[in-house]
């Protein structure tokens, strides 16, 4: 890093030529003579604002992570008597832009968040930004997280926080210094909140997604041999996990599934054959949760990766990185210890599972699509189109009113569905929930929906490109569907909790 020194803006218009240039951002000197040949928009473009103050143009076109990258080498002093007036992101940070978080971050009153969640939500986002330019990269490369980085993760505490409250915390590390008694489904939204707003979401799939769905199953239907064995192993990070229920005949119509375990002569093992589809994290797994069919009906059995269980990667529209795959079951021989559950009453623990699943799903997209609000919100504040401020055009103020209330609406049914958990037991939960948590998914997706096609028709030819200003718009646009079909589809969750509600429905006439 160059030795910084002090300039007068006098000094600073003196560096106005190829050989020597220089411009101002925000009241900081870069030396750009050496790096304008090498400017991904071009050498012209800095020329023309060379001895300049480059700030405006410089925000129009550039995300400040790209000042966090290039400074180091570009910066080589400050303007004398002169302070940034730009906020620079520090990691951790909980975002002032308007509804860029929920209410309860942004100074209102909440029943439901003590300070216990604002020191965990501070801490979880301080390790997800730190993780961002490696998770930017590999989602890129299509890499998935290494084992490394997933120990890593699990001595954090981070994977342990994404699948709630219970006796398997005991003993372990949680963000923020957070209790394993303090711990509560409310911690277990911020976490996956967290994870969403990392705006990578094959890579961050790839660390979270398998054991957020395959590891309750254990932990509520495993055995106790089973629980004090893959439990920890999965939640230190050093073993992986998933949950493989679909198959290519078979989806949301999980009654249909075709893979199907025999017990065989000796009565000791299950021999699993068949085929599972869009498992996620399967490419990489240690151990996977199966829906099979046995002789009593579909059951759910816990399965080593062994002799006749291959996974081949499934290109989906988002990055490679998250690791799903198509699974081929030949001859598998699991040890009966490894049923979950009764045998014949796997449908029990899927569904069961499903509410905890939906809940996370909804979690993810409510906070993703807000990422997306905030994004849009900065960006109609900065980008100036016909001589004025996007936010300026009432076209676009409507637009943002509207990701606004339907953002709004969500959040407040999710915190609200959220304390019913805190509240219930997992038995009550299972009966009560089923239904407003399927509503709350089918509303919370087709509010992305609604959120991802205005901010992309207001970043425009950036909310279809990669990288640069709108990233997390092209991101989003992109991969939100994925919410709308995992853990059942909008039609499926609509039908579910029109049916869940009749099933309670009182004599009443009109
Ligand atoms: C410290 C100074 C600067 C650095 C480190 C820098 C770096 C970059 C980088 C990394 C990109 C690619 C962004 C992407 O991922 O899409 C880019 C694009 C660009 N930059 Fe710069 N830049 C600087 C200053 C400027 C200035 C002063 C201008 C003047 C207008 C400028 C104009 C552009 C343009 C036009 C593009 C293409 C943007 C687009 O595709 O929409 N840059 N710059």
Redesign the pocket.
Known sequence: MPELKSFTREEVKKHNTPEDCW?I?DSEV?N?TT?ADL???GAG??MD?AGKD?TE??YG??RQE??FK?APK?KIGTIANEKPVIEMYTPGTISKVPYGEASAWQGHKSPYFTESHIKFRSAIRKIYDELLPEALVNEDLGKSPTIELNKKLGAAGVLAAQIGPGPWLQGLNLPGGVKPEEFDYFHEMIAHEETARLGTPGFADGITAGLTIGLPPIFNFGSPALKSKIVPEVLSGEKRICLAITEPFTGSDVAGIRTTAKLSADGKHFIVNGTKKWITNSVFCDYFCVAVRTAKGISMLLVEKSDGLEVKPIKTSYSIAAGTGYITFEDVKVPVENLLGKEGKGFQVIMANFNHERWAIICGIVAGSRHVLEETFKWTNQRVVFGKKLSAQPVVRSKLANMIAQIESVQNWLENITYQMVNMSYAEQTVKLAGPIALLKYQSTRVAHNISDEATQIFGG?GITK??MGRVIETFQRTYKFAAILGGSEEIMQDLGVRQALRTFPDARL
């Open positions: 411009i951002i870069f750009m790096f400017h991904p928009g473009v800095i604002l480059a143009e410089f076109l550039h790209v000042l290039y570009l950036r990288t640069g």
